[in-house]
């Protein structure tokens, strides 16, 4: 796609035009739930709760979800250190997820991994990670082993524009090309790679163009239109799916917060954006009111419906709080329980 046709993918025949008005709502509904789980994570970083840092998700919420709802459980991901967003598309269990952050025996990692390191493989979340870029090796075998065992299971790598610029990006993309991997890579290029921005730290002006010297499909797509993205990712899938290869996805987002806060870090009474302007700009296009506006206009919710939602996320949310708390924390002696198996 040329840069024109950042857009582009909505133009013409849509998969997301498909979707029956319940998937739509619980698109709705999953993106709210990431943001408001991560509002209360950051509540609970301020309460001394939460013991780790946390990385929210706020403003990225579209990717996540539309990526994820042209999966299959049985098709894998790899994800960032800001996470959350992708763990909850593919179907994680929010009590778990609390439980980990809190450092309790009943997280999906017994309380040992934190916030950057939930992985289920029952859903097919290979794990979120700490080291920037590590998902793109971990995703690249997992897509081998596909092909390795005639299956047609498609592995999705999430990663930053700060990713980029180093050195596992370009292997593993030579790698998918010339091992026709059924791989989809998705970068999320929010503007900041911590406190740096793209134009500060890549030559290139557009990152879908790094797949070109490998002859990879590419896409350009707005990150904040839910459907979009769902329409983008399906047409990759598929193409994994099928046996043609990888695709590059950019989708261009904006984080609408801190990079990360924690006991340490400490948590700012307001967030302060480097560029007003920009920030405004993309406060009018939050993802979730975006899909709000086009549910409403599609006469698919009212406003009471979207309100429901709301109160029910809440409360799943509050239940999870709950759990998280009544679970009791690991004994120092399980610290190396589960580094190790007795299956090999």
């Given amino acids: 796609m040329t840069e024109s046709d950042i857009f582009g993918i909505r133009a013409g025949s849509r998969a997301s035009d498909m979707l029956p008005p319940e998937r739509l709502i619980e698109l709705y509904r999953q993106m709210l739930m990431m943001r408001r789980f991560d509002e209360r994570c950051l509540e ?54 609390m439980a980990e952050l809190c450092g309790r025996i009943d997280g999906y990692c017994r309380g040992i991994g934190g916030s950057m390191h939930i992985a289920d493989f029952e859903i097919g979340m290979l794990g979120a990670n700490g080291i920037v870029g590590a998902g793109l090796p971990i ?7 596909s092909v390795l065992r ?29 091992w026709t991997l059924p791989m989809v890579f998705v970068c999320e290029n929010n503007g900041w790679a911590s406190g740096s921005t793209p134009e500060e730290t890549l030559a290139a002006s557009s990152i879908a163009s790094f797949a070109t010297p490998y002859d990879m499909a590419q896409l350009t797509l707005d ?23 990888p695709t590059l996805i950019e989708a261009r987002t904006y984080r609408m917060g801190v990079h990360v806060v924690s006991p340490r870090v400490g948590l700012p009474a307001a967030f302060a954006p480097d560029d007003p302007a920009t920030y405004d700009h993309w406060a009018a296009r939050d993802p979730i009111n975006l899909l ?26 509050d239940a999870a709080v709950r759990f998280a708390q009544a ?3 690991p004994e120092p002696e399980s610290a190396l329980s589960i580094l190790f198996t007795e299956d090999l």
């Fill in 44 to 97: 609970l970083v301020a309460d001394k709760v939460i013991h780790g840092g946390v990385h929210p998700y706020f403003g990225q919420e579209a990717i996540a979800a539309g990526v994820c709802a042209a999966l299959t459980k049985r098709d894998r991901i790899a994800s960032t250190h800001r996470g959350h967003g992708h763990t909850i598309a593919k179907g994680a269990r929010i009590d778990r997820m």
């Fill in 327 to 329: 679970s009791a924390y």
């Fill in 150 to 178: 005639d299956s047609d299971e498609v592995s999705v790598c999430f990663f930053s524009d700060g990713a980029v610029g180093g050195g596992p990006f370009h292997e593993v993309l030579n790698l998918a090309a010339l």
């Fill in 292 to 317: 709000s506006v086009e549910l409403r206009g599609r006469g698919i919710t009212t406003e009471q419906d979207l309100v429901r939602v709301e109160n029910s996320v809440r409360t799943e949310i």
């Fill in 223 to 245: 990150g904040n239109d839910v459907l979009a993205m769902y329409d983008g990712a399906t047409c990759a899938v598929d193409a994994a799916r099928a046996g043609r290869g």
């Fill in 139 to 145: 995703t690249a075998g997992s897509a081998l082993a």
